[in-house]
């Protein structure tokens, strides 16, 4: 679980990085696919089934709002309908009005839903749809998951009436918009799959909103069930040929998909549930508090250490002048350290600067068997040497 816990923190790091060019690809995909799906089942213009024209159209939405996506993928169904039958493009029109109507009173926030579930559809794995829905989105987001349902019969019942409208002439158009009309009206599988994902919907957030341990859990699997009852129940009422393999596949792919977001959205420890009671002047107050799950990402952090190197024996040193400072090594006018290559050398060195720029320096030899001393009082360095309290003179040496 660490390591999962690591690899989404790892995948949030990367995203608040990158967010700027993320979307717009995102954008850009799911154009590109939602406009190459439109072409493909229809495709009665041939100048929108142009690769060109798909590119320009799916990078035109890839800088502007979500909402682009669902405007021309309207326009670009509107334009096969036309290509069509012009009575077509009409009923298509209206029922796309009346739908922009609910979609903007309840829910207009929810432009990828309605992008999402005509395509979700088209793959046969429509039942992901509402129970990702009801996780993250409000009761009100049914409506843009009916106009997905909505949209995706809308176009599939166009593909299927396309032959027979073709062979009726151009007189008969009330026989053309009476066909379109009763054949959406009386889809009844349309009906029935709104009517199960709306319930689910609201199945799903009422239970999620609870305060029970594991209540994401229970939602989604309550919304299941609900979802594949509703669905045998009306396969039987109406006979609307579902398959039932299909829907026990789809249930279980939106338990895999509902735990994915779970673990992205809302990862909880319930192990460290805290429960508080307080009051004030007005009110009781009974809060539980349940902990996220969340571990702090590895780092690895490199020190550089440069080491000193050690100096040279006082008798091959030179003028420093000083002071220089030579691929890492200070030399200053003391020409002393506590121990010569990492071993203690027990000499224990005492600057003293004199007036005059001169300095008297106090050295005590380790070994303390022979002290040295050469006097010139010509204004170079006086060295006073003292070991401990055995040397107590002073001695004037030359330093070469």
Not at 309 to 319: D, Q
Request: glycine letters at 8%; proline letters at 4%; aromatic letters at 8%.
């Amino acid at each position: 679980m660490t390591v999962l816990l690591e690899m989404k923190e790892r995948l949030k790091l990367i995203y608040s990085k990158c967010e700027v060019f993320l979307i717009p690809i995102v954008k850009f995909l799911l154009a590109f696919i939602t406009f190459n799906t439109l072409n493909d089942r229809m495709g009665y213009m041939a100048q929108l089934d142009n690769m060109s024209i798909v590119l320009i159209a799916a990078l035109a939405c890839s800088f502007l709002p979500l909402g682009a996506v669902v405007l021309l993928g309207a326009v670009f169904s509107l334009m096969h309908m036309y290509a069509l039958s012009m009575e077509v493009a009409l009923v298509g029109l209206c029922l796309y009005l009346i739908m922009y109507l609910l979609f903007f009173r309840f829910s207009p926030k929810d432009s990828l839903v309605v992008v999402l579930t005509p395509l979700l559809c088209a793959l046969k794995i429509p039942y992901v749809v509402p129970i990702a829905v009801g996780l993250l989105c409000a009761p009100s987001s049914a409506v843009s998951v009916g106009c997905g349902v909505a949209v995706y019969y809308l176009l599939q019942m166009v593909t299927e009436s396309a032959p027979n409208i073709r062979t009726m002439g151009d007189e008969e158009i009330l026989d053309k918009i009476r066909l379109l009309v009763e054949g959406f009206l009386g889809n009844k599988a349309m009906l029935v799959i709104i009517a199960a994902f709306a319930i689910t919907v609201v199945t799903v957030y009422l239970l999620r909103r609870l305060s029970v341990d594991y209540a994401w859990t229970i939602a989604m699997i309550a919304g299941v069930m609900v979802n594949v009852v509703i669905l045998l129940v009306g396969d039987l009422y109406y006979d609307i040929n579902l398959s039932v393999g299909s829907v026990l596949l789809g249930a279980l792919l939106a338990i895999v998909v509902a735990k994915v977001i779970e673990f992205f959205r809302f990862c909880v420890d319930y192990s460290r549930t805290e429960r508080v009671q307080f009051e004030d002047d007005e009110y009781y107050y009974y809060v539980k508090a349940v902990p996220k799950m969340a571990v702090p990402m590895s780092t690895r952090t490199v020190k550089k250490i440069n080491s000193q190197r050690s100096r040279e024996p006082m008798g091959n040193t030179r003028p420093s002048g000083g002071g220089r400072q030579q691929a890492g090594r200070d030399t200053a006018d003391d020409r002393s350290a506590p121990g010569r290559g990492g071993r203690p050398s027990g000499r224990n060195v005492v600057v003293e600067r004199a007036p005059g720029g001169n300095s008297r320096a106090g050295r005590t030899a380790s070994g303390g068997s022979r002290n040295t001393a050469q006097g010139r009082k010509d204004g170079r360095r006086g060295v006073t040497v003292r070991n401990g309290a055995d040397l107590p003179d002073q001695y004037d040496e030359e330093w070469p």
